[in-house]
Structures are given as structure tokens and as C-alpha cells.
Nanobody, 118 residues
């Protein structure tokens, strides 16, 4: 019922910036916790950042201070601003949604590639 589509990935040099976008379809976006995950080759998928419907945020220690998650409920979009990118940030980045309340649902996007060269 909810579809997530990521965009904004690409190739950048170390120290550069990218902004990822996740566009969500459906009627439950404003009551949904949104998050970004990433997976590098040969490694497990791990959380990067999350934001609740009320605006509370959480970040992985490796990206705190460099990445910022935000959401625009009017446009049904969640963003991940990534600054001071490092080669170890290279991964496929996935958008994730978890509905709030008793009727729990979760959804994944297809992912967007981020490559950081040294």
C-alpha cells in the first residue's frame, strides 16, 4: 500500500556532499517513522538515521555531525543530507518506513548507490 522511491545517489569525491530523497506514496506518511539504512559490499545492512512523525531524530555514531535527516510531510518526502563524505560511506542506501500505532506495517525502497572516491 506504501511505495518508497529513492533518488539522489551518485559518484562524489571525498569531502563532497549529496542529498538523498525518498518519495512515499500512500496515506499514512504523516504517522510513520522514516529511516535510512545502508549496505556496503560484503557487509550487513545497518541503520544510518531515523526520524519519527513528531520530528525526533536518531543517528549512527559514524555519521552524526555529518548527516542530517529531515522530512516534508506536505510533499511526502524524507531527505538525507550527507556532508564531508568519506570512502567508507560508499554503499547502497535504502529508505525504510514503519507505521506508528497498533496496526504495524513496514516498507523498503529499492535503494540508490552512493560511491565516494578518495
Amino acid at each position: 500500500q506504501v511505495q518508497l522511491v529513492e533518488s539522489g545517489g551518485g559518484l562524489v569525491q571525498a569531502g563532497g556532499s549529496l542529498r538523498l530523497s525518498c518519495a512515499a506514496s500512500g496515506t499514512v506518511f504523516s504517522r510513520t517513522t522514516m529511516a535510512w539504512y545502508r549496505q556496503a559490499p560484503g557487509k550487513q545492512r545497518g541503520s544510518v538515521a531515523s526520524i519519527t512523525s513528531s520530528g525526533s531524530t536518531n543517528y549512527a555514531g559514524t555519521v552524526k555531525g555529518r548527516f542530517t535527516i529531515s522530512r516534508d510531510n506536505a510533499k511526502n518526502i524524507v531527505y538525507l543530507q550527507m556532508n564531508d563524505l568519506k570512502p567508507e560511506d560508499t554503499a547502497v542506501y535504502y529508505c525504510f518506513a514503519l507505521t506508528e500505532g497498533a496496526n504495524v506495517r513496514n516498507y523498503w525502497g529499492q535503494g540508490t548507490q552512493v560511491t565516494v572516491s578518495s
